[in-house]
């Protein structure tokens, strides 16, 4: 009895799953776009520069700290003049040093022992949940290629490829911009996606007190990436803190 009953839920795990295999050959087929070509030169440095300016880029580099909520998961306090780091999550605190890769580690408050892994974590965390903050704003870091793709509907987008850096080098974005050159959503072709050209939303933009624009809604039709929770500020005290939170990293 127990074999027949073993032998039936195998059978129906195998049907699951060439079912799910057949759903994704279908939506990779019908979803999947081939990564553009496009063309380097003026027409995507004036594409870029249009888009910089549209999000108020300088204001970008003027401002100090950034907080945010991203998914309602990870909460961030960016020191971007120092280029620190407070990643919490859980209950869980890491204060960090992305360039040297130096931090302390905290666990419902209490100061925990070295542990690089924790680091990385906390890195690969920010590394990513920023770029969905700003990644416009890096589209000058790294000496990234740059090219204009012509759109179906008769404009341009911008075609931006990161051979280095990151977490994930070699990842492609092509952003689709309005009349102003504000972003309205972007298509990637990432590795961690095996569907390329997947489309997500840039919308609900706020501005800062500081002036940069940040669009705290990525629709990508199977879920909402939201930031919330969302300010900047340009000394900690503006933030509400007493003393400076980075101070144990700076020993």
Avoid at 215 to 234: P, R
Wanted: aromatic letters at 12%; proline letters at 3%; hydrophobic letters at 45%.
């Amino acid at each position: 009895m127990l074999k027949k009953i073993g032998k039936g839920l195998l059978k129906a795990l195998g049907i699951i799953l060439l079912l799910l295999l057949v759903a994704f050959v279908v939506l990779y087929f019908v979803y999947n776009e081939p990564l553009p070509e496009g063309k380097q030169g003026e027409e995507a440095e004036a594409l870029a520069q249009k888009m910089l300016t549209a999000v108020n880029a300088d204001a970008w580099e003027r401002t100090n700290y950034v907080e945010w909520t991203f998914v309602g998961v990870h909460e961030y306090v960016w020191d971007k003049k120092r280029h620190l780091v407070a990643v919490r999550w859980n209950d869980n605190k890491v204060l960090l040093n992305p360039t040297t890769m130096k931090g302390k580690i905290y666990k419902a408050g209490k100061e925990q022992a070295h542990d690089q892994e924790m680091l990385e974590t906390a890195y690969a965390y920010f590394i990513n949940d920023a770029f969905w903050m700003n990644g416009f704003a890096q589209i000058r870091n790294g000496s990234p290629e740059l090219r204009a793709v012509d759109l179906e509907d008769g404009t341009q987008g911008l075609l931006v490829t990161y051979l280095t850096g990151g977490v994930t080098p070699g990842d492609s974005y092509l952003w689709l911009l309005d009349d102003t050159g504000l972003p309205k959503a972007w298509k990637m072709w990432v590795g961690i996606i095996p569907i390329g050209g997947l489309e997500v939303s840039w919308a609900n933009w706020e501005t800062f007190s500081t002036g940069a624009k940040v669009a705290t809604s990525h629709d990508a039709g199977i879920a909402d990436i939201a930031l919330t929770k969302v300010k900047a500020y340009q000394t900690y005290q503006e933030g509400g803190y007493d003393e400076d939170i980075f101070a144990p990293i700076l020993e």
